[in-house]
Structures are given as structure tokens and as C-alpha cells.
């Protein structure tokens, strides 16, 4: 699914008109969890979720890391050397829009029952981050 959504994102950022020198990368925020506690910090976090089933995938809707391909160099969005920056937050909003629509075309186009596999999304605005859920895996 990561890879299916990466893929997705980086042609809809093309179709924006993103040159072909740069790259964006959404930041995955959490993927696996532990049954052990070593999770610590995720306090709000249920103890059976999707996450410690390798089913949940957690990507930062306010952390991208823009890559000028040629040279390897990157920036990451949230930087605080670009927070008050006007065109900064224009670009995140754009690039954030663009993974909401990504999201939103890979949970319509999966309900259809020819689909490989079925997903969920919900955008959570006080973790700042979209938590995808791969709820099964149909049989072809």
C-alpha cells in the first residue's frame, strides 16, 4: 500500500508540474508497533492497533522532504528555518492537498471489489497526520 500510495503521489505531484529535478517525500510518522511497551511515547495509542499488525501506516501531513534529485540535497518542510515563510506554506499546502487527493482516490478506487485490497483513511487533525488502514486483502 506504502508503495502504491508513493507512487500515486509522485505522478500527481508531476501532473502539478513539479520539475523532473525534484522528488517529495511524505514522512512516515509510525508503521510497526511493538506488543512490548517499547512504543512509550504513543500514549493515546490502542493496544490493538492496526499498527501492531503491520496493517496501519501513519504519513505526516505537515513534514515533506523536497529532494533535488542531481545533487541528493533535501529540505525538509517543517524546518524552522522556513516557518515564516509565505511561499514555504503555500508549497506545503499544495503538496498536502495533493496527498489528501491521493488518499482519497486509493480509498474510493479500493472499495471496488475487483481492487486488490481494501483501505481506510482518516486525517487527524490534532496528530497532524493521515492513518491508513489496509483492512483486508481480497483474493483474486
Known amino acids: 500500500v506504502l508503495v502504491e500510495i ?17 522528488t517529495v517525500r511524505p514522512i512516515v510518522t509510525s508503521l ?12 493515546n495509542a490502542a493496544p490493538d492497533s492496526a499498527h501492531t ?14 529532494i533535488h534529485k542531481p545533487t541528493q ?11 515564516d515563510n509565505r511561499d514555504s506554506e503555500r508549497i506545503h499546502l499544495i503538496i498536502s492537498r495533493i496527498l489528501g487527493e491521493v488518499l482519497m482516490d486509493l ?6 471489489d475487483e481492487y486488490e485490497y481494501k483501505v481506510v483513511f ?3 487533525p490534532n496528530a497532524v497526520h493521515h ?3 489496509v ?3 481480497l483474493k483474486k
Do not use: C
Open 6 to 22: 508513493a507512487t500515486r503521489f509522485q505522478k500527481s505531484l508531476a501532473n502539478a508540474g513539479l520539475p523532473n529535478d525534484f
Open 32 to 43: 510497526v508497533r511493538t506488543f512490548d511497551g517499547t512504543n512509550r511515547t504513543l500514549t
Open 53 to 66: 499488525y503491520g496493517l496501519g501506516i501513519d504519513l505526516s501531513d505537515r513534514r515533506f522532504q523536497i
Open 73 to 83: 540535497t533535501y529540505i525538509t518542510l517543517d524546518d524552522p528555518l522556513l516557518r
Open 107 to 112: 480509498y474510493v478506487e479500493s472499495n471496488n
Open 122 to 124: 482518516t486525517y487527524e
Open 131 to 133: 492513518h491508513i488502514s
Open 135 to 137: 483492512l483486508e486483502e
